[in-house]
Each structure stands twice: as C-alpha cells, then as structure tokens.
C-alpha cells in the first residue's frame, strides 16, 4: 500500500513539474497534493457536479478545458485562445502580416495590452520568442507554432504575475497544459469551408499521436503528437465580385469593372509627360502627353488609357501551411526521484500574393534610409530615353507600366522554424520537494519577397533597353530588376531553473507551505536584412540589422499562510536581473476570506513589470516606411486637390497624387535602440468574489486594474512633424520636385487663384525609443457556470464568460495627460462575451456558443475628425450609421462516438449567417464572414 503511495506521490510531482513554476494559486481545478496529510487535507473535486468554490483562489484564472476546445471547433491555439473574452483578437496575426515587420506569426495580448506584456508559457515553463519582432521592437511568442492537439487545456491568470514568472507577465499569463501522457494510438482530421462559398474558408487539420507506457504501472511513458494545418487562400478580386453595395459604395476602388478598380499602371502602360516648351509644334509645345501604348486590348482602353485589373494579383486571404511537433518523456528512478523531457518543433510558412509592381513616372524622388551610410538615399523612376526601341518620341518619355510577366513570381512568404528542448528532475529529500529543469530554445523567422526594385539592375533595364515592354521578357531580367530579398532572424535562450518547496508549520487553517528557487538564463536576438538592402539596393525599403545578447538571472520566494480556515494569505516576491538593467524586485499579495461555505471573498496586488527588449536596446537600427499628414503642406494639398477636380480626365487622376503628396503621405522613418532604457513597470490590483449559488451553478465576479508606466516607445511622426521647428535635424525634406511645381501652376489656371507648395515633401524622420508613456485600463471579468445532471435525459453544461470594460486610457506625449476614455470607440468595446451550452448523453454530444460584442463608435477615438459624428453628418451618414452595431454570432457543434475507437462530429459556424458589421468608412475590414461548416474525424487504435 506504502509502494502505491509513493508512486501516486511521484505522478503527482510529475504532473505538478510541468503544470507549474513556482505556485500558481488556483491553477488546478483539483488541487493535487505531495503527500497523504496533505491529500487528507485537501478537497479533491470529484464527478461532475464541482463545487469551484474550492477551486477558486484569490487570483481570478479562467480555465479552458480539452472538452471545451473540441466543442469549439478549435484546431490552433489562437483559435483556442479567441475562447477568453480577455484576449485581443486584433493582436498580430499572420491573416494580416503581409506588410508585418513579424509577417507569418501571431500572438495574444491580454486586456488590450500587446503582446509584449502577456507572458504566455507550456506547462509552467517560458516558450521561444518567435525569430521577428512586432514593429521591430516588441518580442513575442508565435502561437502558430504551438500543436493545438497536444494542449490539455489552457489557463489564463488574468492578474499579474512579474512575482511569480519575471518580465512580461503584466496584463497576465497563459499557461498551456499539454496531456502528460498518451498510450496508444490516435489520428484526427478535419475539413473547413464556407457553405456560402466553397472558396472561402478553406481549412485542412490533420493530427497523429503515438505514445507507449504508464507511469503509475510501469513507471515510464512516452508520446509524441504531430499537427498538419492548411489554410486556402483567395485573391482580393474574388472578394471585390462579392462585396455588398455599401462597402463598395465606400470603397469604389474595389467595384470591379468600374474604372475607379482599375489602374493606368497597366500591361502593356500609358506614356505620360510632357511636350518640351520648344517643341517644334507650337500647338503641341508645353502640353501634357497622357496616352496609351500600342497594343492595349480593347477591353482594357477606356478614356484613351490603357487599364490594368491589379486586384487579381493579391490576397485577400493568404494561404498558410504548418506542422508542429511535440514530445514528452517521463522515466521513474526511484519512488523519490523521476526524469522527464520534451520537445517542440514546429515550421509555419504564410504566403501572401502581391500586387504586380509598376513604375510610375512623376519625376519625384523616391527616399529610403541607407542602414549602413547613415543617410537618406533618392531613386527617381528613369523616362525612356531617345532613341529606346519603345519611345516613339523625339525626347524622354515616361511610361506608366505594369510588369506583369510573371505574376506568381511577386508574393511576400513568411516562414519560421521553432524548437525547443528541455530536461527535468523530480524529488522529494528530507520533506522537500524539488524541481530542477535546463533546456534550449529558439526559433528562426525568414521573410523573402520579389516586389521591390533595385536601383542599378531596374534601372539599366529600363534605360539600356534590356527590358522589353509589352512583351514577355526572359524571367532572368525580371529577376534582375525585382531581386530576392528579405530579412532573417533569430532568437534564442538556453536557461537553468530550480525550485523546492516544503510545509513548515501548521496554522490554523492547515500547514503553511514556502517555496523558493532561482533561474539563470542567457538570451539571444539577432534581426538582419539581406545585403541588396543594407547596401540600399532595393528602392523605397530600409533594412534591419540589430544584434543584441543577455542574461537574465531571478531568485523568488513564495508564502502559502491559510491563517484559519476563512482567511488564506499568499506573498511572492522576486528579484530579477536583466542585462544591464538594475535589480528589480518585485512583490505580489493575495488574500482570500470565506464568508460561508458558499461566498468566498478575494483580492490581489502586485507589481509587474517588462525589461526592455534586445531589439530596444541592442546594437544596431531600423527603418521603415510610415506616414501621415505633413503640417506645411496637407492644407495647400486639399487647396490643389479641389481645383485639379474642377479640371480635365488627366487632372482627375493627378488629384489624389497631390493630395498624397501632402496629406496622408509616406515617408521613412529610422529608429536606433536605447541601451539606458529602463524597465516597464506596473501596479495591479484586483477584487472579487466566487459565489456558490448551488450545487449545480458558481458565479465569479473580479474587479481588475492595471497602470502600466515608464513605457517603451517612440515619439512618432506625427509628434515630430508637429515638432519640426523646435527639434532640428529630426524631420528631413526634400526641394520642392518638377511634380510639385506642375500641379500647383495647373491648380492655380484651374481655379484662378495662386496656388502652391511652399516647402519640399518630407522625406524621412529620426526617432529613438524612450521611456515616455503611460496606459490605465480597468475592468470586470463576470462568469457563470452550471452543471445539470438530467437523470435519464442526460447532461446539460452551461457557461458564460463575460469582460466589462471600464477604463482605458493612453498618455499623450504632446499634452503630458491621459487621453479621455477609450472604451465604447471602435477598438474597445465596452462587453465582450462568450456563451455555451453543451448536452450530452450515452455516445451523443450537441452544444451551441455564441459571441457578443458591444456596439461602438465608428471613430478610433476623440481625435479622430475623419470618423466623428460631426464628420459622419457632413457625408451625410445618420448618427447611427455612425457606428458599429451590436455583433453577435452562434455556432453549433455535436459529435457522436457509438461506433468502436471512432468519434465523428461537426461544427457549423455563425449558424445565422450574420455579416460583418457595417462600417462607413473607407478602408474598412472586407465584410467576408458567412457560415462555414466543418467536418471531424478521429480514431484510436
């Protein structure tokens, strides 16, 4: 009976080393326990009727079960992750990273904090950063690359837990519990797609899991699980086909057929220029040339010009394809000690078809940063010269072309490769249990593209005649004109932990427990771009090179006091050490009191905090292409836009180039680290109670608040063009161009006034990043659960999980106060909540979950002049149609498993087949979602 004990006692431990670092309070919906005083102790939940009372503690923690994940249709863990109304669904994703900086990878932020304040671990333990980072500054973890199928459930502390984990774990913490052991074997499928359209939602999950051995019998196990995942992909000119009248009233561009969709930058192009003022017919002299080249299809020849359908070439959707790999190991040694392992692979690609490059002759300079020189670096699109086999003409002419004779060969992939290793001991010596742990990890991104120009192999091309327009050229001069290019990065970290933890006295309300451990670890970052951009080869995009290298070293404690048998008290407190970064400590309390066996009342507080990132403070730079309206010249624009209107076809269409040209306009902007950055920091509090309302049903309730300070970041452009004159050097512009002068002469005959830009266009701005800023957000997290046993009928679960936001507020740098409440804006609705209900009896499972979402104003926020309600009446949008209704979705699922080792069920998604919410504005998300049904299969062997 005594051998039993121990071994139960040693898969305990086992399953505690990896559900855990340190104590999580409240992680485990039943509380395993070390020993048998402890097991008499201790409430084990049993059956299905869980009175969570016992399971609640004083950190609210919302837990996400294997059940729940498959009633959901779930097949990757950001799918998993949309469950938590606490998560951001507009955090990166790789659905929209075709011009990501971390393109091919997504991640989660909690309470609308980014991504680099939520920590987010596997089995208590930190995963690799993804090899990119966000905006090139904020480093994250991929969940992309994590296997959903090997994921047990998910839990997600929604407090802070710097005391607890280190940096990072700020808005909270989601720890991914994977099974701990499979004997066996298991292979699953599924088939996704819209019933509306069968190209539309397109999805394919494939899984395998092998595993021999138990722990509890033979004293070992191993399993390993394997994920296919593919995702189809859809250009933008299927989604334009089938647009809904009020997005392309909105958005003419994309109405296809109609001119506005189409693009004079076209196959074969339209010259443009200018006669010369001394051209030898006077009628002719100084007049504008704005026609078609020879060999135009009819079709494509409206108003003189030729016509090129350029959304045909791009994606609306991406394709994705992924496999992940994981693998754990456990190996009894004794009935006090055991070994462990895992590993994670994983290789993710994303491809996003782009549009076909075209050339586009203003006689403007084009401006990028020259990462190496230090130095803006100018391309002006080359005229044909005199005598070019494609210039009929007696002097330059510009050609307005699109290169389109290998569309396949232009698409920007986003790929990356994930590893990560790890090793373990579990024991227990003289009444302490312990945990040690070393492993390596880290992950390499890729990003390639043909896209952009380089400026000595285009321009030879075009000049010397070595391409041949309105043909289709040898794929080695395209090749040599739109060169492979791209970034490469790499992050990784090697680290040792250990802990131990122990009862040293009896309270009152049971024994008081301590633990206490240390961690060192070495971590690695390394961003670089190809070298044709490092030399500033390629036109209009600025390279990466940031190199940076740490260690990081911690040692915490933790108390567990239940005082009596109402009141528990826990404290954490931890030191960290990061780079060259001073010591930071930080301490976390937790209190929880039962006012009776059926209402318990509790509250947290801590600080949190982020040390700042390798890319923030390593060596090196980057740059990238921004925008925004420049102060000197966006008024004179809109002046130059209405009068060009007033104008000809040709002054129509050089109306939106002028507008651009001074508001909404791009330009670079380069960003160097800060090695004397400090620390992010934050205070967080939060107050609640777990009400048992009956056997059946338990409430939750928790106020939370969080004030993150010393923040990361960059002025921006807007604050440094709205600063120019008072911060020199920092805001560089260019000489009024041939363009500017042209519009403004033609603008001026036009509307019979002077009109005219009186400064050049900027091109480019410094930034550096600092510690400026500031966020507040508060709010309720609300929850209900109830189980039903139905007797003869079967069973009935229902769950709803709610998060009210309150409050959320941004520093202004420019004023140096908070912003007026974001909440309600169009970003940040007020309530978010997921609703379920399953039923189950015998073989037989059928569920329904619905999502809800506040309506919100159209506008991002009070600045926003664009979207306002005053705005909104002057395109005379009704102050309803001023903002985004209520959302509201309901899937269904069921499965059926009376067949032998086979399980087979559907989801059917948005079952009312509810559109995407109206938005009217210009460049709106495309309103593609309808009801899509999926198929699944598994099978035991």
């Keep these: 009976m005594q051998k039993q004990i121990k071994l139960k006692t040693l898969a305990a431990m086992l399953s505690l080393s990896f559900g855990t670092s340190g104590v999580v309070w409240g992680q485990d919906a039943v509380k395993v326990s070390v020993d048998e005083k402890s097991q008499a102790q201790r409430i084990v939940v049993t059956g299905s009727n869980v009175k969570r009372i016992d399971a609640e503690t004083a950190a609210p923690l919302q837990i996400i079960t294997k059940a729940e994940i498959q009633q959901s249709g779930a097949v990757t863990v950001k799918e998993i992750l949309e469950l938590s109304t606490s998560n951001d669904r507009s955090a990166i994703t790789d659905l929209t990273g075709a011009n990501s900086w971390a393109s091919g990878a997504s991640g989660a932020s909690l309470r609308n904090l980014g991504v680099n304040a939520t920590l987010i671990l596997i089995n208590g333990r930190r995963l690799p950063s993804f090899g990119f980072a966000d905006g090139l500054q904020n480093t994250f973890v991929n969940v992309d690359a994590i296997p959903a199928s090997a994921v047990e459930r998910v839990e997600i502390l929604r407090d802070g837990a710097s ?23 298991q292979v699953s499928a599924s088939k996704q797609q819209s019933v509306n359209n069968r190209e539309l939602g397109n999805q394919s999950f494939a899984n395998i899991s092998a595993g021999y051995g138990d722990i509890n019998q033979d004293g070992y196990n191993v399993f390993a699980s394997l994920d ?9 000119d299927f989604v334009n086909r089938r647009l809904p009248e009020w997005y392309l009233k909105l958005n003419p561009s994309r109405d296809t057929g109609k001119i506005d969709s189409l693009s004079t930058g076209a196959f074969p192009g339209n010259y443009t220029g200018r006669y010369p003022s001394n051209y030898s017919d006077p009628k002719l002299a100084g007049t504008r040339i704005s026609v078609a080249m020879p060999g135009c299809a009819a079709a494509n020849l409206i108003d003189g010009l030729c016509r090129y359908n350029y959304w045909k070439d791009s994606d609306a959707m991406p394709g994705a394809e992924r496999a992940a790999l994981y693998s754990m190991g456990n190996l009894k040694i004794s009935e006090n000690l055991a070994v462990w392992a895992e590993l994670q692979l994983a290789d993710t690609k994303s491809t996003y078809n782009t549009a076909i490059p075209r050339s586009n002759v203003t006689g403007s ?164 771009s190809m070298d044709n951009i ?88 980057a740059s990238w292409f921004t925008g925004g309206d420049d102060p000197k010249r966006c008024e004179m624009a809109n002046k130059i836009y209405d009068a060009l209107m007033l104008g000809d076809a040709t002054d129509r269409s050089n109306a939106l180039t002028a507008y651009y040209s001074g508001c909404e306009t791009g330009f670079p902007s380069t960003v160097t680290p800060n ?67 042209e519009f403004g002469q033609r603008a001026s005959q036009l509307a019979g006034v002077p009109l005219g830009f009186t400064v050049g266009p900027v091109q480019g701005v410094r930034d550096q990043y600092s510690n400026i800023t500031q966020t507040k957000v ?33 520093f202004e740098t420019d004023t140096q106060k908070f912003s007026e409440n974001y909440v309600g804006y169009r970003y940040n609705p007020r309530v978010v909540s997921n609703v379920s209900a399953n039923w189950s009896k015998d073989v037989w499972s059928l569920g329904a979950r619905g999502y809800f979402q506040s309506a919100r104003k159209l506008a991002w926020g009070a600045n926003d002049t664009v979207n306002s309600i005053e705005a909104c009446a002057n395109r005379k949008v009704s102050a309803q149609g001023c903002q985004l209704g209520v959302d509201f979705t309901v899937d269904l699922y069921g499965s059926y498993s009376g067949f032998k080792d086979l399980r087979l069920g559907f989801n059917l998604f ?5 559109q995407t919410q109206v938005e009217n504005r210009a460049g709106g998300p495309l309103p593609l979602r309808g009801t899509a049904l999926k198929l699944w299969g598994e099978y035991k062997f």
């Design 910 to 914: 948005n079952l009312m087949n509810r």
């Design 163 to 185: 005391a607890i984990y280190g940096s990072s774990a700020i808005a909270g913490v989601i720890n991914i519990i994977t099974r701990k052991d499979f004997n066996g074997v």
């Design 675 to 741: 090695e004397k950055l400090e620390p992010e920091r934050s205070r967080i509090y939060s107050l609640g109670f777990v009400l048992q309302a009956s056997k059946d049903t338990s409430v939750t309730l928790d106020y939370w608040n969080v004030a993150r300070f010393n923040e990361i970041a960059v002025r921006g452009s807007d604050y440094l063009l709205a600063h120019e004159d008072s911060q020199a050097g920092l805001v560089v512009r260019g000489a009024l161009s041939p363009q500017d002068l």
């Design 534 to 621: 490092l030399q500033a080869r390629i036109v209009q995009y600025s390279g990466v090179s940031i190199d940076g290298a740490r260690n990081v070293s911690a040692a915490f404690a933790e108390l567990n006091a239940p005082i009596t048998k109402k009141l528990e008290l826990d404290f954490a407190l931890r030191a960290d050490k990061s780079g060259p970064t001073n010591l930071e400590i930080i301490p976390k309390a937790n209190a929880s009191y039962m006012v009776s066996d059926h209402l318990k009342l509790r509250g947290t507080m801590s600080r949190g905090y982020r040390a700042p990132s390798l890319p923030e403070t390593g060596n090196g730079g």
């Design 228 to 236: 296919l995942y593919k995702r189809g992909n859809y250009s933008d």
């Design 778 to 810: 508060a709010g309720l997290d609300f929850s209900v659960r109830s189980h039903w046993n139905l007797g003869g009928y079967g069973r009935l679960t229902t769950n709803l999980e709610s998060t009210v936001q309150i409050d959320t507020r941004y």
């Design 365 to 528: 300079s084009l401006s990028w940063y020259d990462s190496l020189k230090g130095e803006l670096q100018y391309f002006v699109d080359p005229y044909l010269p005199v005598g070019h086999p494609n210039n009929p003409y007696s002097f330059p002419i510009g050609l307005n072309y699109r290169f389109a004779d290998y569309p396949d060969m232009f698409k920007n992939i986003g790929g990356s490769q994930q590893y990560r290793a790890v090793a373990g001991v579990v024991g227990t010596t003289a009444g302490w249990e312990w945990d040690a742990a070393v492993g390596y990890m880290g992950g390499r991104a890729h990003q390639r593209q043909q896209l952009y120009r380089d400026r000595y192999g285009y321009y030879d091309a075009i000049v010397k005649g070595e391409y041949q327009f309105g043909q289709k050229n040898p794929r080695s001069v395209l090749d040599k004109m739109f060169p492979l290019m791209g970034s490469d990065g790499q992050s990784t970290e090697s680290w040792l932990d250990f802990k131990a933890s122990r009862d040293v006295m009896n309270l009152a309300g049971g024994p008081m427990t301590l633990v206490f451990g240390a961690d060192l670890r070495h971590e690695t970052f390394k961003h670089k």
